[in-house]
């Protein structure tokens, strides 16, 4: 796996990001200040589990697919994994440890997402989410390297919160391999 795409330590991943905050239109002043502990009142957590549900009306014995984000934030760094499935569970889309990272401004994220279903050296797309109560707007923005054609990342959807993170193997997972790369 090309971990430059995906990897902090690296600064390949610094580019997109800031680009995607200018495109979002937010300050990239937000990023300069140290990380707190835990998101204020004023800016929501994006920590958790996000989902969306993709069925298929006229198939209804068909299996349903979705596309499901595993995000955990720090202050104002933002770390996750995603998964996505299409109907009948034709293609999978499993993204590795630390798949997403990104920056937080108030009630908007930026991230990168890293997909690997077609090759080892994958899909970097440009992701937007825009934090409203218990559900993210989501959207790619842009797909930065490859040719995002073999993949199975939502481009503009909306994402549920899901309940009882702490429960959840894989948000548990991509939480432990965050807060490796925080500390």
């Given at each position: 796996?090309?971990?430059?795409?995906?990897?902090?330590?690296?600064?390949?991943?610094?580019?997109?990001?800031?680009?995607?905050?200018?495109?979002?239109?937010?300050?990239?002043?937000?990023?300069?200040?140290?990380?707190?502990?835990?998101?204020?009142?004023?800016?929501?957590?994006?920590?958790?589990?996000?989902?969306?549900e993709w069925c298929d009306k006229?198939?209804?014995?068909?299996?349903?697919?979705?596309?499901?984000?595993?995000?955990?934030?720090?202050?104002?760094?933002?770390?996750?994994?995603?998964?996505?499935?299409?109907?009948?569970?034709?293609?999978?889309?499993?993204?590795?440890?630390?798949?997403?990272?990104?920056?937080?401004?108030?009630?908007?994220?930026?991230?990168?997402?890293?997909?690997?279903?077609a090759s080892e050296a994958g899909?970097?797309?440009?992701?937007?989410?825009?934090?409203?109560?218990?559900?993210?707007?989501?959207?790619?923005?842009?797909?930065?390297?490859?040719?995002?054609?073999?993949?199975?990342?939502?481009?503009?959807?909306?994402?549920?919160?899901?309940?009882?993170?702490?429960?959840?193997?894989?948000?548990?997972?991509?939480?432990?391999?965050?807060r490796k790369s925080f500390d």
């Open positions: 796996m090309n971990q430059r795409c995906h990897t902090p330590r690296g600064r390949r991943w610094l580019r997109p990001v800031l680009l995607g905050l200018a495109a979002a239109g937010l300050s990239a002043s937000a990023l300069a200040a140290e990380p707190k502990a835990t998101p204020t009142a004023s800016a929501p957590d994006f920590s958790g589990t996000w989902r969306v006229a198939r209804p014995q068909a299996d349903c697919g979705g596309f499901t984000v595993f995000l955990f934030q720090k202050g104002e760094r933002l770390c996750g994994n995603h998964h996505g499935a299409t109907v009948n569970l034709s293609r999978l889309d499993d993204g590795e440890p630390r798949s997403i990272v990104g920056a937080v401004a108030g009630r908007k994220a930026v991230m990168t997402v890293h997909s690997t279903r899909t970097l797309f440009l992701a937007v989410a825009e934090h409203q109560g218990r559900a993210l707007q989501w959207r790619v923005v842009d797909t930065v390297t490859g040719d995002g054609t073999d993949h199975v990342v939502a481009q503009k959807a909306t994402l549920r919160r899901e309940a009882n993170d702490e429960r959840n193997e894989a948000w548990q997972a991509a939480r432990d391999a965050c």
